[in-house]
Nanobody, 122 residues
Framework: QVQLVESGGGLVQPGGSLRLSCAASGSIFSINTMRWYRQAPGKQRELVAGITSGGSTNYKDSVKGRFTISRDNAKNTVALQMNSLKPEDTAVYYC????????????????WGQGAQVTVSS
């Protein structure tokens, strides 16, 4: 079974920084896209940042220049470094990955982490 486990959420003051990490484990053949989404109370889940297996990245406009997504393909991990945090960044952050599992990697499935609460407040 493949699973994604997140860590690193918490409470931070405006202007502060947090780093989220997500580790994929199980019978993994390869990992394609890895992303971070977030969902604030009463709002739809939205894409924050994504990174391909080759390292190409994309960001939501409102986080460009403040957030950085990175991955370690050898360790099957993805991270989100969040700087200059604002109250509007408060949300549950979810790790997402498309993964081929098993010895042949025949099929690709999407997996979600359990979510990490990020609260930006003074």
């Amino acid at each position: 079974q493949v699973q994604l486990v997140e860590s690193g959420g918490g409470l931070v003051q405006p202007g502060g920084s947090l780093r989220l990490s997500c580790a994929a484990s199980g019978s993994i053949f390869s990992i394609n896209t890895m992303r971070w989404y977030r969902q604030a109370p009463g709002k739809q889940r939205e894409l924050v940042a994504g990174i391909t297996s080759g390292g190409s990245t994309n960001y939501k406009d409102s986080v460009k220049g403040r957030f950085t997504i990175s991955r370690d393909n050898a360790k099957n991990t993805v991270a989100l470094q969040m700087n200059s945090l604002k109250p509007e960044d408060t949300a549950v952050y979810y790790c997402y990955a498309t993964i081929r599992s098993g010895s042949t990697g025949y099929s690709e499935y999407a997996y979600w982490g359990q979510g990490a609460q990020v609260t930006v407040s003074s």
